[in-house]
């Protein structure tokens, strides 16, 4: 079992910037690629990025690639994304998750987060 925590959500203009992080505690944090994923009112959840467990391959969705980026921190057992140029459309719930294996379908993911709000503002 993996349980996530994010953070970090809120309230911003747009083109500011936002921070997200996930924490993480369970089994073996390094055993787990993580992504974060976002759902916007109406539509369906979507990939955002997604990072390897060592940290050394990533990938983003086109909308976000160039303003986001992924990281993560194995010793701190914590996943970030840094979102800058922020837009309306980026307005969403974000959720963290982990998979074996690095990748941008949902249904690979075994462990998800409770959600963090980001709404951005014009």
């Known amino acids: 079992q993996v349980q996530l925590v994010e953070s970090g959500g809120g309230l911003v203009q747009a083109g500011g910037s936002l921070a997200l992080s996930c924490a993480t505690s369970?089994?073996?944090?390094?055993?787990?690629?993580m992504g974060w994923f976002r759902q916007a009112p109406g539509k369906e959840r979507e990939f955002v990025a997604a990072?390897?467990?060592?940290?050394?391959?990533?990938r983003y969705a086109d909308s976000v690639k160039g303003r986001f980026t992924i990281s993560r921190d194995n010793a701190k057992k914590m996943v970030y994304l840094q979102m800058n140029s922020l837009k309306l459309e980026d307005t969403a719930i974000y959720y963290c998750?982990?998979?074996?294996?690095?990748?941008?379908?949902?249904?690979?993911?075994?462990?998800w987060g409770q959600g963090t709000q980001v709404t951005v503002s014009s």
């Open positions: 998750a982990a998979r074996r294996l690095l990748g941008a379908a949902e249904s690979g993911y075994d462990y």
């Open positions: 369970g089994q073996t944090f390094t055993s787990y690629a």
């Open positions: 990072v390897s467990w060592n940290g050394g391959s990533t």
